[in-house]
């Protein structure tokens, strides 16, 4: 990218204008990664000041039996596997409240396609954990599952969603998206929820009342082209609805034991934590009507998760247990648990000021930020 165009982009940024397609594949060439960081972040700044805002959760799959076999997904079993397994609701209910002493605030639920189980199931587990943990959001259930529903049950996606609010449902997740582009998406993704099906689910719940997250699965056989074609498309929706909350760019994980089910890993090498922090960059950029921008730490690791906050990055999740979906053999040391404590330390660690919100990014308690005195004596990130 030459010093003209750079000029052109800082210009734009700095009006407020709204970056071109052209723009943002440009931007995916950049080579100078402390430039584009440094805009990604007076966007970010602009945004959400020097806050980093962080959810106490706990992550709960119900089932990992899938009717899918979705090319980069290590979780899912097929019915009759050794290691497959459903809840009954009473067990999904003991583990969230193994969570209590941590004080969560949310549960965020996310599933394999059953495909026997019936609909009925879904709700009642949400009952059940409502009335167990009254005080606990309940985040559930991709635009896929959604989609899925539909089909077992013969029940307008309409209909689904109103029963599930009327189960205590806050949120939807952000999943289901990978990439949104046919090309790519054909290729790695084994059901029958696209772009039409995920915007239209996701436009129903923002009808709704209900805020939800954005992902994307970067970092496998897609292009940047497909990239910023996906956070233009949900730019688009937002200019509609205004009900996402949060874009989440997801890296695609290769397992350390190879995993079989995972098959795109033969095809990929994972995206460097170089490529992350300019997805980031990229997308805050581009994504000028969305509020906040989370590095899931358990997919970028601790460290790129603290240097994201310089690129574009406010939010931080969670203080995940058991993560499982496209990370169900991570042996590169990445914890799957963090404690308040924990994060509180990681933000302060990176030099910003910590805020503990709820599901719907309502503040619940602000901390102070880091103690300058700190930054004298080497600070272990972890461990
Ligand atoms: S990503 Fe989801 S839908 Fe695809 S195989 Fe895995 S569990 Fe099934």
């Keep these: 990218m030459d010093a003209r165009r750079r000029q052109e982009i800082e210009a734009k940024v700095a009006a407020g204008e709204r970056l071109s397609f052209d723009d943002g594949v440009e931007l995916y060439g950049c080579t100078d990664l402390s430039w584009l960081g440094g805009l990604a972040h007076s966007v970010r700044t602009a945004k959400n000041g020097d806050r980093v805002v962080f959810n106490v959760?706990?992550?709960?799959?119900?089932?990992?039996?899938?009717?899918?076999?979705?090319?980069?997904?290590?979780?899912?079993?097929?019915?009759?596997?050794?290691?497959?397994?459903?809840?009954?609701?009473?067990e999904a209910v003991r583990l969230a409240r193994q969570m209590e002493p941590e004080e969560i605030t949310e549960l965020h639920i996310v599933n394999g396609l059953h495909p026997t189980l019936p609909w009925r199931y879904y709700p009642r587990v949400l009952r059940e954990l409502k009335a167990a943990l009254p005080g606990v959001a309940l985040k559930?259930?991709?635009?896929?599952?959604?989609?899925?529903?539909?089909?077992?049950?013969?029940?307008?996606?309409?209909?689904?969603?109103?029963?599930?609010?009327?189960?205590?449902?806050?949120?939807l997740t952000g999943g289901g998206a990978e990439i949104f582009d046919w090309e790519i998406r054909k290729q790695i993704v084994d059901h029958e929820t696209h772009w039409e099906d995920w915007s239209r689910i996701h436009r129903l719940a923002h009808g709704k009342g209900l805020r939800t997250p954005a992902t994307m699965l970067y970092g496998h056989i897609e292009e940047p082209r497909h990239r910023v074609d996906h956070v233009l498309r949900l730019r688009d929706l937002q200019d509609e609805t205004g009900g996402f909350i949060v874009f989440i760019p997801l890296r695609y994980q290769h397992d350390a034991v190879r995993d079989p089910r995972n098959r795109l890993q033969d095809?990929?090498?994972?995206?460097?934590?170089?490529?992350?922090?300019?997805?980031?960059?990229?997308?805050?950029?581009?994504?000028?009507?969305?509020?906040?921008?989370?590095?899931?730490?358990?997919?970028?690791?601790?460290?790129?998760?603290q240097l994201s906050l310089n690129f574009g990055v406010d939010d931080l999740d969670g203080s995940v247990v058991e993560y499982k979906i496209t990370h169900d053999a991570d042996q590169y040391g990445t914890p799957t648990t963090m404690h308040r404590a924990d994060l509180l330390e990681l933000i302060r660690d990176a030099g910003f000021r910590p805020v503990e919100r709820d599901t719907r990014y309502r503040t619940i308690r602000e901390y102070d930020g880091p103690d300058p005195t700190r930054r004298d004596q080497p600070q272990p990130v972890w461990g």
């Design 57 to 90: 959760n706990r992550h709960l799959n119900l089932t990992n039996v899938c009717s899918a076999s979705c090319a980069y997904c290590s979780f899912q079993r097929k019915p009759g596997e050794a290691d497959a397994y459903t809840m009954r609701a009473e």
């Design 140 to 171: 559930a259930f991709t635009a896929t599952e959604i989609h899925w529903f539909e089909r077992i049950s013969g029940l307008s996606a309409e209909a689904i969603l109103d029963e599930l609010i009327d189960a205590g449902l806050e949120s």
């Design 267 to 305: 095809r990929t090498e994972m995206a460097t934590p170089a490529e992350a922090l300019k997805t980031f960059a990229v997308s805050r950029l581009l994504l000028d009507n969305v509020d906040h921008l989370k590095c899931f730490w358990v997919m970028h690791g601790l460290s790129t998760a």
